[in-house]
């Protein structure tokens, strides 16, 4: 592989992996709060997609549907999670078969609505273009989600670490159960958990859009991966969601690159040697496997 | 120790959890056919010692002999084939399950498990009557979790005996059950094979002298004192540390 | 005198089942009829054998649909490259794919339980997916594998649409009774007790990492049966039936039907099954429809139908 490639790819992995830790943050923190793992995640990141490609016909502005279709997901995450997963507090394997059944109704709706093509979103004027780069051209829209995920992550961070919002996560990933026992409103710290990792979610789609467009299946790949991202990780853990992705995004790239059709089997055996040798993967606490 | 009779032995066993020293350099040795009893304030490490001796905790340090056997990195069910059963202080029982299914599956166990076809009817049969020696004849068809506590006490005992063990660990066989309901298990215990060895741990102090042939005392995680229940009603450290403040010893 | 008459209706019914193509082909529908038939039963087999992990097991697997896709293409890959339509030979290479994949994938996740285990089973899954989307050269990616030929069976034709019913028929009907000789057997019982209390089980001296590994095994070689007997009746394979989509609808039939029963499944199949082909035709939100009649039943009525069943009889009786 020439050094140009080389360079070239690195970035790919890069931008790649920081659009897998927005994707992933969201079904961490769900993860961590309500240990709940939600498959309908990919249905939220595919419905994120499609609100932003109304947006953008609609207004012509990238940077609204950037806000717009975030909120989207959050509100219907803040209705879902009342309407639905209350119910069946406490069954935590019930709630993850319960958020099937949104993701089967979510991606047949989206298909009734906006159809079953594959669509297109363009990059933002300004970011659309390529920038030269060591021998060859390199787009700017993937420098900027680089410099997006990065940027999440540190904001992400912060709050994590620093703020009475961060505390009260660190603490409820710790143990829920308790924060309720100390007079929290476990109703609605979990109603906003589920809605803030919805948004995620969300936001993971409107970002990804420009790059990989929107088609059908988009949602099970996405879920994919952020299954992967936060197993590898760690479970319900900021550091697990960014170590997770800054490995898996670069190794899948690579795989593809190297391997060909045979990438995935990269992504397998990095999941076999996690589950064989780190079971609570890399940053994480959480046992997965005996 | 090498020529010893002891069935079990086990020879400096630690077990940390954190800074915590739960076992701290334990060493004990039972004879085929003893019956031992493990007494200690809670917190002493007699839950831990017995988490170790199956096997569903590994030690930080020292080993466990059964039969001679080198079993401390052996699995639990291993274990259980070479001949320990263990009644849980918390029951463990399959709550959906008959009373009869529960103990067939003990039963069955010897046998394993690779049968695909075939039915269980043998098996039913030596389940209902180890049900009938544990007083719960006629309540073969209930489900576990329909049970009272002493009837489930009374299940909990008969499924770790379907097994056929050598060696058998009663974590506070009376826990939870009325006076009338602990002197009946007290004095089915009592009756079990001379030849079954079987290590308790006990809270009730008339059980454990009615029961022991021998008794240990834990402490913080150490054996404070080791002998027979004569020798360990008049040892002074015993009384202080334990037996005095709990119980009056007639 | 009871017993022989339950197994003599029994006998009946499935002599009915089985001849289902030639005491109906006097109705305008037959034809259309048999091949929404023969598509209930293959899926009713598929999620018996999931069935026997989620239900009987404990198993919660969303990564079903490997094994059938394995089961399916290597059946298929089998006639094509061998030049055979032995169905001994296709049949045994679709399950000893399966098996073999099962294995793999099992060793990884045995030792994973509940929403792990779920987790982990739906992720090989759709790296088992995506790698037969890919691998366009020996899977036909995207486009699928297409010409699947029609078995014969020791020189019989099974080629016409009536006869592979017929196979497809005759094989729901083993393994069901197959898999009710197992759920009634030592092994069965011991797969319930690793399901109710896998401490207990493992104090009781039994394996259960090894025992959950078999389960897999064998409920990953059923359900690569059955999906041969899908490629030998669509003449098709589609990547789509190694997807996150087949998973999810053999574990909506599992559920609908009611986890833990062999009928269940069997009812369940029948109802998604006509879900998709025949209320798709009236509604283009088929899956929204089954997406809510699943929601409804994880709410209102986890032990799937058999269990409202249960309950009405025990009401009844009362």
């Given at each position: 592989m020439s050094p140009e490639l080389l360079f070239?790819?690195?970035?790919?992995?890069?931008?790649?992996?920081?659009?897998?830790?927005?994707?992933?943050?969201?079904?961490s923190l769900?993860?961590?709060?309500?240990d709940v793992v939600n498959l309908a995640h990919g249905a939220f990141y595919m419905l994120g997609a499609y609100v932003a490609l109304s947006v953008v016909q609609r207004t012509g502005s990238f940077w609204l549907a950037l806000v717009v279709a975030p909120l989207a997901l959050?509100?219907?995450?803040?209705?879902?999670?009342?309407?639905?997963?209350?119910?069946?507090?406490?069954?935590?394997?019930?709630?993850?078969?319960?958020?099937?059944g949104v993701s089967l109704v979510i991606v047949d709706q989206i298909g009734a609505i906006w159809g079953r093509e594959v669509r297109s979103l363009?990059?933002?004027?300004?970011?659309?273009?390529?920038?030269p780069l060591v021998g060859g051209e390199y787009p700017v829209y993937r420098l900027f989600v680089i410099g997006f995920g990065v940027l999440l992550a540190a904001v992400v961070s912060v709050v994590h670490q620093r703020t009475k919002v961060g505390m009260l996560i660190r603490a409820g990933v710790e143990d829920a159960e308790m924060l309720g026992a100390l007079g929290v409103n476990t109703d609605r710290l979990f109603a906003a958990t589920f809605a803030v990792g919805a948004a995620l979610a969300g936001l993971a789609g409107v970002v990804a859009a420009p790059v990989f467009g929107l088609q059908p299946g988009m949602d099970g790949d996405a879920l994919i991966y952020s299954l992967v991202v936060v197993v590898v990780g760690g479970l319900g853990t900021l550091g697990g969601a960014i170590a997770g992705s800054a490995l898996v995004g670069p190794a899948d790239t690579f795989g593809k690159v190297l391997f060909q059709e045979f990438a995935l089997a990269v992504i397998f055996a990095i999941v076999a040697l996690v589950l064989l040798f780190r079971p609570t993967g890399l940053l994480g606490r959480i046992r997965v496997a005996r | 120790m090498g020529a010893s009779a002891a069935l079990i032995e086990v020879h400096d066993l630690t077990r940390t959890f954190g800074g915590v020293r739960a076992l701290d350099g334990v060493t004990l040795a039972v004879r085929a056919g003893e019956?031992?009893?493990?007494i200690g304030p809670n917190g002493a490490g007699k839950t831990t010692l017995f988490n170790v001796l199956t096997g569903e905790l590994s030690p930080t340090a020292g080993s466990v002999r059964l039969a001679g056997r080198d079993i401390t990195r052996a699995t639990t069910w291993q274990r259980a084939r070479w001949g320990l059963a263990r009644m849980y202080q918390r029951n463990e029982l399959f709550a959906p399950l008959s009373a009869r299914e529960n103990v067939a599956l003990a039963v069955a166990s010897r046998a394993g498990p690779y049968r695909l076809f075939g039915s269980s009817g043998a098996e039913s049969k030596m389940a209902d009557e180890l049900l009938a020696k544990v007083g719960l004849a006629g309540r073969e068809s209930s489900a576990a979790r329909a049970l009272s506590h002493g009837e489930r006490r009374q299940l909990e005992l008969a499924v770790s005996l379907a097994q056929g063990p050598e060696v058998l660990l009663l974590d506070e066989p009376t826990a939870g059950m009325s006076p009338a309901e602990t002197a009946r298990i007290t004095e089915l215990i009592a009756s079990l094979d001379r030849a079954l060895t079987i290590l308790i741990v006990e809270h009730d102090m008339d059980v454990v002298f009615r029961l022991a042939d021998r008794i240990s005392v834990l402490h913080e995680g150490r054996v404070i004192a080791d002998?027979?229940?004569?020798?360990?009603?008049?040892?002074?450290?015993?009384n202080e540390v334990y037996l005095g403040k709990a119980v009056t010893v007639g | 005198m009871r017993r022989v008459a339950t197994w003599l209706a029994i006998a009946v019914a499935a002599a009915g089942l089985v001849a289902f193509p030639y005491w109906s082909a006097g109705w305008e529908s037959s034809r259309f009829a048999t091949t929404v038939l023969r598509d209930i039963l293959v899926f009713a087999i598929f999620a018996l054998s999931l069935d026997l992990l989620v239900g009987f097991a404990g198993m919660p697997s969303l990564g079903h649909a490997a094994f059938f896709g394995a089961g399916a293409y290597a059946a298929g890959i089998a006639s094509q490259r061998l030049a055979t339509s032995e169905l001994a030979v296709t049949l045994a290479a679709a399950a000893a794919s399966a098996a073999l994949l099962a294995l793999v994938i099992g060793a990884l996740v045995v030792r994973t339980a509940g929403i792990f285990f779920l987790m982990l089973t739906l992720a090989f899954a759709q790296i088992v997916f995506a790698i037969a989307f890919q691998w366009t050269s020996v899977t036909g990616g995207s486009n699928g594998l297409a010409g699947v030929g029609r078995p014969d069976l020791f020189g019989i034709d099974l080629s016409s649409s009536e006869r592979i019913y017929v196979l497809v028929a005759v094989a729901f009907l083993a393994i069901a009774l197959g898999l009710r000789a197992i759920v009634h057997s030592p092994y069965g019982r011991a797969l319930v007790g690793v399901r109710e209390n896998e401490r207990r089980m493992r104090a009781l001296g039994y394996d259960t990492t090894r025992l959950r590994l078999s389960a897999f095994v064998l409920a990953g070689t059923i359900a690569g049966i059955a999906g041969a007997l899908s490629a030998y009746s669509l003449r098709f394979v589609s990547a789509q039936d190694v997807g996150i989509g087949t998973s999810i609808r053999g574990f909506v039939m599992v559920l609908i039907g009611g986890a833990g029963t062999l009928v269940?499944?069997?009812?369940?199949?029948?109802?998604?099954?006509y879900i998709e082909r025949v209320l798709s035709s009236a509604t283009p939100v088929a899956e929204t429809v089954l997406g809510l009649v699943f929601i409804g039943f994880v709410l209102l009525a986890r032990q799937g139908l058999v269990g409202i069943g249960r309950a009405a009889w025990a009401q009844a009786r009362r």
């Open positions: 070239e790819q690195a970035l790919n992995g890069l931008s790649f992996g920081a659009l897998l830790f927005i994707l992933a943050a969201g079904l769900v993860f961590g709060m309500m959050g509100i219907l995450g803040v209705i879902l999670e009342p309407l639905l997963l209350r119910r069946l507090r406490g069954r935590h394997l019930d709630q993850v078969l319960l958020t099937i363009a990059a933002p004027a300004g970011l659309d273009g390529s920038v | 019956r031992r009893a493990v002998g027979a229940p004569g020798q360990i009603r008049g040892d002074v450290r015993v | 269940g499944p069997v009812l369940g199949a029948a109802i998604v099954t």
